[in-house]
């Protein structure tokens, strides 16, 4: 089993930033993958962004290239997502998704590739 936990949203001005945090522990493999989901009021869920452990490299949906980063802890199962530039359609719950293994590329955007969830953190751009 492993727990999933996101932390850091917030209430921020359009132009502002905010920094998430992800953390999973439990039976951790070595070559796991997370990424992070939003679903904004009333729609669908989306993909933001995905990293793969061991030199997989980072993934962005087009909406949050160039604003958002991912940043990863070596030392543990654990990530960051800065937000810079937010702009009001960013608002949404954030969820850190993680899988036990390496997620192949045409599946890392696919919300039902991941089968560890934390409940997710309210992000909120309004003036």
């Known amino acids: 089993q492993v727990q999933v936990v996101e932390s850091g949203g917030g209430l921020v001005q359009p132009g502002g930033s905010l920094r998430l945090s992800c953390t999973a522990s439990?039976?951790?493999?070595?070559?796991?993958?997370m990424a992070w989901f939003r679903q904004p009021p009333g729609k669908e869920r989306e993909f933001v962004a995905a990293?793969?452990?061991?030199?997989?490299?980072?993934y962005y949906a087009e909406s949050v290239k160039g604003r958002f980063s991912l940043a990863k802890d070596n030392a543990k199962a654990a990530m960051s997502l800065q937000m810079n530039s937010l702009e009001p359609d960013d608002t949404a719950v954030y969820h850190c998704?993680?899988?036990?293994?390496?997620?192949?590329?045409?599946?890392?955007?696919?919300?039902?590739?991941?089968?560890?969830w934390g409940l997710g953190t309210q992000v909120t751009v309004s003036s």
């Open positions: 998704a993680f899988h036990n293994s390496r997620v192949i590329l045409s599946a890392l955007r696919v919300g039902r590739q991941y089968n560890y």
């Open positions: 439990g039976d951790i493999s070595s070559t796991y993958t």
């Open positions: 990293i793969r452990w061991r030199g997989g490299g980072t």
